[in-house]
């Protein structure tokens, strides 16, 4: 069965994943069985009862119970066996163990935000200790997208105006990328997030570090700040700082630049222009550019707007 796994399958980094692995090769070898045996049997009986003579006519059987029986009974036990097993690796999933440790995620076009249980919020990675259950409480600022991880061969959609749930334990160190499944416009293809297993001291120490990122580090300038939230917030995802086009507009240059607005009118990219831009984002759209961005109301102080405006001001 390893050989298997290694050579068709992700690796299995969680503790549940091998349960869901070996209930897929039972279905697909039994079926591969069933298949091969079939043909076989057809083929046999193709060449056997071939017409042999011109006048040969051709026994009327009408029926045979014995057979009919064989060939439904086996089908149903076989059956039978996968729900009862599916179902059992499906609860084993689903039921979240108590002591599990919580991080809400937040999918948004196109990011995944993870925020855990002391403040602390990342976005793009999601760090959780080795050897713990983990339980994701999922929901989404826009549409729905879906939570994919093949490492631990689990999916759960995540749906805008309500939480869904999934946990997983994964046993050693090391990372797994998590996929967005659900189509859900432009950049779906690149909405990926890593998720990052720490030992678990190096995640305490992770965690202390990062606990409650919402304000400035006292020696670090407002521009150096403003860089590392738009990095931290994805804003990097769509708008560019050398120039290069992306889904929204660059931000080099943008400062004091004088854009056209979808309706004929112009703006004026100052620090209103901007702070409007991030809380109302489809208020005042740059013309050519779609109007996909959501609001980071709630989700950045003014400190951090404050931050990024001098950033973007950095980048002429
Ligand atoms: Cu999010 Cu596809």
Redesign the pocket.
């Known amino acids: 069965m390893d050989a298997l796994n290694d050579l068709f399958l992700p690796p299995a980094k969680s503790t549940l994943a091998s349960q869901t692995d070996t209930l897929f090769w039972f279905v697909h070898l039994s079926s591969l069985a069933l298949t091969i045996g079939l043909i076989a049997v057809i083929v046999y009986f193709v060449y056997k009862y071939r017409r042999k003579s011109e006048d040969e006519v051709t026994p009327l059987i009408t029926h045979n119970n014995k057979l009919e029986v064989t060939w439904s009974v086996i089908p149903l036990i076989l059956v039978l066996i996968v729900f009862g097993w599916g179902y059992q690796v499906f609860m084993n999933q689903r039921v979240v163990p108590d002591d599990a440790y919580e991080v809400n995620v937040t999918?948004q076009?196109?990011i995944w935000q993870f925020q855990y249980e002391n403040g602390a919020r990342t976005t793009g990675e999601l760090h959780v200790p080795a050897g713990r259950p983990i339980k994701l409480v999922m929901s989404s600022n826009d549409?729905i997208?879906?939570f994919f991880v093949p490492d631990y061969r689990l999916k759960q959609d995540v749906v805008p105006g309500r939480y869904t749930e999934m946990w997983f334990n994964a046993p050693d160190p090391g990372e797994s990328i998590v996929y967005?499944?659900?189509?859900?416009?432009t950049d779906?293809s690149n909405?990926l997030a890593n998720i990052i297993v720490h030992e678990q001291d190096d995640f305490e120490n992770w965690l202390a570090e990062n606990a409650g990122g919402a304000s400035k580090p006292d020696d670090m300038p407002p521009a150096e700040w403003g860089k590392q939230i738009a990095q931290e917030y994805a804003c990097s995802t769509c708008h560019s700082a050398d120039g290069s086009q992306m889904v929204g507009p660059t931000w080099k240059g943008t400062f004091g630049s004088e854009e056209p607005l979808a309706d004929g009118s112009t703006v004026t990219v100052d620090e209103n222009y901007i702070r409007e831009s991030i809380l109302e984002p489809n208020a005042k759209v740059v013309e050519g550019y779609p109007a996909v961005m959501n609001t980071y109301q709630g989700q950045l102080n003014d400190e951090q707007i404050n931050a990024i405006i001098e950033y973007i001001k950095t980048l002429k």
């Open positions: 999918a076009k196109w549409v997208h879906s967005c499944t659900e189509y859900c416009g779906h909405m």
